[in-house]
């Protein structure tokens, strides 16, 4: 059995079991966090940051979690609406005023949140190098004409929400996403969690490792615009950029440490009202662009009392509110199983169960 460092609380020595079957299964490197009323009771990590297992996976090792990001500009975008500093019913154009054009002025704040927002990709061809440049991708969203009336259509926005999500907060606060997210919440709550990554912190990433086969169905949609190779994850100009709907940096204790803001009463971020709104449903149906059925909340799916999301290759977080508990894994080897994931974080999550 794989050798497994850290802490866990006894009641939950079944997600220890399922971290180690991963590890010794499936993972090359991983951890796994669980926390209650926002304290610890799990946090444990084994494996190899590397490919070649010549590096332990250490306590402080971060990797990227791709998706699982998507959860940290959410949570920003609730802290600023609980603030009375964004009104999530507004229409974006009421923060960003270029954004109005080609019939986009009833877009509303919520429909971002809510994958609805009739936006899911760029109509002009990108590369992945145009990513880096926050003012002409943001540009090119202002311009463009919805492809769906808001608000009616779930189309999982992969990489566009970050940045629709990210310039509305921008034009409340003044503060790019990564910057807003460093100072208001991971400052704050001491979470090694990164949206943007500075170069001091290089040293502590375990590479991503990708998929070697492509899940039934992702191929029958075609590439994304543009489309994203997992190694870009592992360039100097992937980590430095500010892409708040996929290049977030961390482990399972940050992941956790941030999100158990949901399910502890908000910690002083968010009131415990603040906090339930992410459980609002914003659409519920089959997915346009996942081929799958969701229910989306502001920024999170949402089942019953819970509400999660997970990151390209395998990252998850889940918030239960009615356990108080938030539950994070995060590992460097990618599986690519199904359009939502495959099932190492789902035996973790169930494994909290007993």
């Keep these: 059995m794989a050798h497994i460092e850290g802490t ?24 796994v966090a669980v926390y209650v009323d926002g304290a610890p009771v799990v946090d444990l ?3 190899y940051a590397d490919e070649a297992r010549t590096r332990p996976w250490e306590r402080d090792t971060i990797t990227a979690v791709w998706s699982t990001t998507k959860t ?32 986009k002025d009833d877009v ?12 899911p990709s760029w109509d002009e061809p990108l590369t992945v190098e145009r990513l880096y440049d926050w003012p002409a991708m943001t540009a090119l969203l202002a311009a463009q004409a919805p492809a769906s009336e808001p608000g009616t259509v779930g189309a999982y926005h992969a990489v566009t929400q970050g940045y ?3 310039e509305v907060i921008r034009r409340v606060t003044g503060r790019r996403l990564g910057r807003f997210f460093a100072e208001e919440v991971a400052g704050p709550l001491g979470a090694d969690f990164h949206i943007g990554l500075a170069p001091e912190h290089d040293h502590r990433v375990a590479p991503v490792i990708p998929a070697t086969t492509r899940a039934p169905g992702f191929a029958d949609r075609g590439p994304g615009n543009p489309d ?6 592992n360039t100097e100009a992937w980590r430095r950029a500010d892409i708040p709907s996929a290049n977030g940096f961390g482990n399972a204790r940050s992941v956790a440490a941030v999100q158990s803001v949901l399910t502890s009463g908000g910690r002083g971020l968010l009131s415990a009202a603040g ?3 992410a459980l609002e449903e914003q659409f519920a149906g089959e997915d346009q662009v996942l081929g799958a059925r969701i229910r989306y909340g502001m920024g999170y799916a949402v089942q019953g009392r819970s509400c999660s999301w997970g990151g390209w290759g395998g990252s998850l977080v889940m918030n239960d509110f009615d356990r108080r508990m938030t539950v994070a894994y995060v590992m460097n080897r990618m599986l690519e199983q199904g359009p939502l994931g495959d099932d190492r974080g789902l035996s973790v999550v169930l494994a909290t169960f007993g």
């Design 164 to 166: 629709l999500a990210g």
């Design 228 to 233: 994203v190779p997992a190694a870009v994850a």
């Design 108 to 119: 509303r704040v919520r429909h971002v949140l809510g994958h609805t927002a009739g936006l």
């Design 45 to 47: 990590w084994g494996g």
């Design 275 to 277: 906090c339930e709104r």
């Design 8 to 31: 866990c609380d006894e009641r939950f020595e079944a997600v220890r079991d399922a971290l180690a079957a991963s590890l010794d299964k499936d993972d090359v490197g991983a951890s």
């Design 72 to 103: 940290m500009t959410a949570l920003c975008a609730l802290i600023l609406a609980d603030r009375g500093e964004l009104d999530l019913d507004a229409p974006v154009a009421a923060y960003w005023p270029e954004f109005a054009a080609a019939g």
